[in-house]
């Protein structure tokens, strides 16, 4: 469903992402961290075409982002970790607006019940500007997911969201995932990532250092086994060593 071949994002002499190549399948859900600066953002970007890779390719179910980029991108969905909204469209409006954009035929019926899945019904009539960080948050994924996309791109998807507002987030990408759908997720939150990722893809300065499940990366690092999801990321980022047990 996402396929990314020596993906490379350079600024200058600043190199951002050095040729990363990765695939996430339908139903899987790849956790991308990294510690702050490490390229995640540059690589989620690239992913939607929202900038342009300075070498490497990507597709996205099926379509080159570069010369198919209106196919690929109909069929995928990225929710930013800052939303951004339109200030003087209510929730309901910012779903129909979504659903014109993406010929949604049946908007009307599948949004009422994004709302009610993410505890948005009774704000409904509220404009952004009324509206918590973390309510922001959950319209900008509602907006994400009306087109019911076969990729899924988030980006720090958890924050603003009161503990409630978590467990239900939790449960919606998981359900996205069942239901088929590719997903990308990047967090800090290690303990989210360690429940809902089935592959990880750990990257420092823009380089891959580590990729498969937690089991597969303990696997090849024995050094690794009997620690926390936690130490494992700080040694293979190097950000820190192994605490003797």
């Not at 900008?140 to 009306?146: D, F, M, S, V």
């Not at 300065?205 to 937690?214: E, I, P, Q």
Request: hydrophobic share 40%.
């Amino acid at each position: 469903m996402i396929e990314v071949s020596a993906l490379s994002k350079s600024y200058g002499a600043t190199m951002a992402v050095d040729t990363l190549s990765f695939s996430v399948a339908p139903g899987e859900v790849l956790g991308l961290v990294g510690p702050n600066g490490a390229g995640k953002t540059t690589t989620l970007r690239s992913l939607c075409g929202i900038i342009n890779p300075s070498a490497g390719s990507i597709r996205i179910a099926g379509y080159d982002l570069q010369t198919e980029g209106p196919q690929a991108k109909s069929v995928l969905a990225f929710v930013p970790d800052e939303p951004h909204l339109f200030d003087y469209l209510t929730v309901e409006e910012h779903l129909r607006f979504v659903g014109r954009l993406y010929g949604v035929a049946d908007a009307p019926l599948r949004a009422p019940i994004l709302l009610e899945e993410l505890e948005l019904t009774d704000k409904r009539r509220s404009l952004p500007g009324e509206l918590s960080r973390g309510m922001k948050q959950k319209l900008a994924i509602a907006c994400g997911l009306l087109h019911n996309p076969k990729v899924l791109i988030l980006d720090e998807p958890l924050t603003g969201l009161d503990p409630s507002g978590i467990k239900k987030m939790r449960t919606t990408i998981a359900a996205r995932a069942r239901d088929g759908a590719a997903v990308i997720l990047s967090s800090h939150l290690l303990n989210l990532v360690e429940e809902l990722c089935t592959t990880l893809l750990v990257i420092r300065r823009g380089r891959c250092v580590a990729r498969g499940s937690l089991a597969e990366i303990v696997a090849g690092r024995p050094d690794l086994a009997g620690h926390s999801l936690e130490d494992i990321f700080l040694t293979l980022t190097g950000d820190a060593g192994i605490p003797t047990l």
